[in-house]
Nanobody
């Protein structure tokens, strides 16, 4: 089943957004989960990753470290991305997926959610 991302929108520089992604079709709690983003003409970029189960381990791209926070709710099969201090260069379509599935070419991608940072 394709992930379903939501929460994007238009925000001014310095603003905040919280993205959500509901994923199913695999044992969600047992999988690391990641957020990715893509802009036209560029490859999909890994933004943030959270470990399975308790999600005690997180990792971020240098470009978002200190501004974005990834979290998960296994009871809701949902992964979140809290984005603060947004910059125009954060403008992109944001997707979530399980990196294990992505590496194995087994991932189904959702429609993503568009984040536009502009004044």
């Amino acid at each position: 089943v394709h992930p379903v991302e939501s929460g994007g929108g238009l925000v001014q520089p310095g603003g905040s957004l919280r993205l959500s992604c509901v994923a199913s079709g695999f044992p969600f709690s047992s999988y690391f989960m990641s957020w990715y983003r893509q802009t036209p003409g560029k490859e999909r970029e890994l933004v943030a990753t959270i470990s399975s189960e308790s999600g005690i381990i997180t990792d971020y791209a240098d470009s978002v470290n200190g501004r974005f926070t990834i979290s998960r709710d296994n009871g809701k099969n949902t992964v979140y991305l809290q984005m603060n201090s947004l910059k125009p260069e954060d403008t992109a379509v944001y997707y979530c997926n399980a990196p294990r599935l992505v590496r194995g070419n087994l991932a189904l991608w959702g429609q993503g959610t568009l984040v536009t940072v502009s004044s």
